[in-house]
């Protein structure tokens, strides 16, 4: 039976779901923009949370105690001028609320109030400020808390007169509070930056790291020394132990292909010395030839075996080098076109890949009349094309071509020699540059093999 999801369940399950992947791609995909952004914000959330929860609540709490309390002297000031007539001119009001309260009155003659002012983002005060006035006075009135920044004018609409009343801000507000909220600001600007710096530290280590493990893939040589945290030097430490453990083994691997290599040399010479001392005839040249493929394969499969791990990458004029390689085949009777462009100097493994190129220019030689070689070096990458005009090889049998040993019997021509080693070698040397191989389609109707390595 199969389950049906409610719809109630499945829309939010969507919604949620939609909101986690973009989430997940806005997010920092470094580890440094990570830890930071795990140290950095809760510590936001945690001073946001106290000034709304805390301090906003505060903030408005005194403002309401101080608006309240100067909304209760002004209405003082009213009631004392309203009981008191003998005061005409208001000269003692005045002088007592200027010294007494530090409030300026004007008492002017009875007219229209002003048209209401538009509120400011933030109307703390003046919500506040005309709630006090609208309960405790009760008349019409007009208030500006926006014009002069320190001063609030208000102004109350008497009987036979208007007031005007000059406050200083501090009287109905609580100034203070943007004091702390700086304070605020400025220590966790203080602690960012000691994260910042803490956290950079710490990451130094894991990019050291991973720049020795790339140069290593590549076969490049740089100074490493485990660092940092215990647990990053425990990486680190693993890491030089099993590159040693690989350089061993290699240095193991060359030592017996030499000693394999010398041994079968040698059976071979006795074997050419033999067959010179039988003389010349049919026979002898069948046996020369088998020999001379022997010794052809042999050094086909030691070359495969042995690989060049112990040449180190140095920086190399590629154009000149791959300008060789054309040269050469164009020695040997091959049609070829070069074409290069970009910067010459390239980090490679010369003698390497000077090897790898030879064998996908010898196989476009020998299997097709014409050739092109075209390379482009830019920031990142070397890409050197090899066309011909040959048979090619069908999409499906081009991973196979690179299998060791292996022949395309259809594709192409046995006859033509070969240990089915060509392909094999040149990948393999140009992932030791952390690079590929790959075979396509070649504008000219045959093959392109194209190889890519880090410069």
């Not at 946001?48 to 002004?74: C, D, G, K, N, P």
């Not at 590629?318 to 164009?330: K, S, Y």
Request: one cysteine or more.
């Amino acid at each position: 039976m199969k389950f049906v999801e409610h719809p109630a369940i499945a829309a939010p399950r969507r919604v949620w779901r939609g909101f986690a992947l973009w989430l997940r791609a806005k997010m920092p995909k470094g580890l440094f923009a990570r830890s930071l952004l795990i140290v950095v914000l809760p510590m936001l959330l945690l001073q946001t949370a106290v000034v709304y929860f805390f301090m906003e609540r505060h903030w408005q709490a005194i403002t309401i105690r101080l608006s309240r309390m100067l909304t209760q002297e002004i209405a003082a000031l009213i009631d004392v001028y309203e009981s008191y007539p003998q005061d005409k001119d208001a000269t003692q009001l005045t002088r007592i609320a200027a010294q007494r309260m530090k409030l300026q009155i004007f008492i002017t003659p009875p007219g229209a109030l002003p048209p209401p002012l538009p509120k400011p983002f933030f109307a703390l005060l003046d919500n506040v400020l005309s709630q006090q006035i609208r309960t405790q006075i009760k008349r019409p009135f007009w208030i500006d808390t926006v014009g002069a920044s320190n001063v609030i004018e208000i102004r109350v609409q008497l009987k036979d007169a208007q007031l005007r009343v000059y406050a200083s801000r501090n009287q109905a507000y609580a100034t203070y509070s943007s004091i702390f909220i700086g304070w605020m600001a400025g220590t966790a600007l203080v602690l960012i930056g000691v994260a910042v710096l803490f956290l950079r530290n710490q990451i130094k280590p894991i990019r050291r790291l991973a720049e020795a493990s790339e140069a290593f893939g590549k076969g490049r040589e740089i100074a490493f020394r485990p660092s940092g945290a215990r647990e990053v030097r425990q990486a680190g430490l693993a890491f030089v132990d099993m590159k040693r453990r690989l350089e061993r083994a290699m240095e193991q691997r060359t030592a017996m292909l030499n000693g394999v290599s010398h041994d079968l040399r040698t059976v071979l010479t006795r074997f050419k010395l033999s067959l010179a001392l039988l003389g010349e005839g049919p026979e002898q040249e069948a046996i020369a030839r088998d020999i001379a493929e022997m010794q052809r394969m042999l050094e086909a499969y030691l070359a495969f075996a042995r690989g060049d791990g112990g040449e180190s990458a140095v920086a190399t004029d590629a154009r000149a080098l791959i300008g060789e390689l054309v040269a050469a085949a164009e020695r040997h009777g091959a049609a070829t076109r070069y074409a290069y462009s970009g910067e010459a100097q390239a980090i490679l493994r010369p003698d390497a890949y000077r090897r790898c190129l030879a064998n996908l220019i010898g196989n476009a030689q020998r299997y097709g009349k014409k050739i092109e070689v075209s390379a482009t070096r830019d920031d990142k990458r070397l890409i050197v094309h090899v066309d011909d005009d040959g048979p090619g090889i069908a999409p499906e049998n081009r991973e196979d071509a690179f299998r060791p040993f292996y022949r395309l019997d259809e594709a192409r021509n046995q006859d033509a020699g070969g240990a089915g080693l060509g392909l094999a070698i040149a990948r393999d040397i140009a992932r030791a540059h952390g690079g590929d191989v790959t075979l396509e389609t070649s504008p000219l109707g045959g093959l392109r093999a194209s190889v890519s390595v880090p410069v």
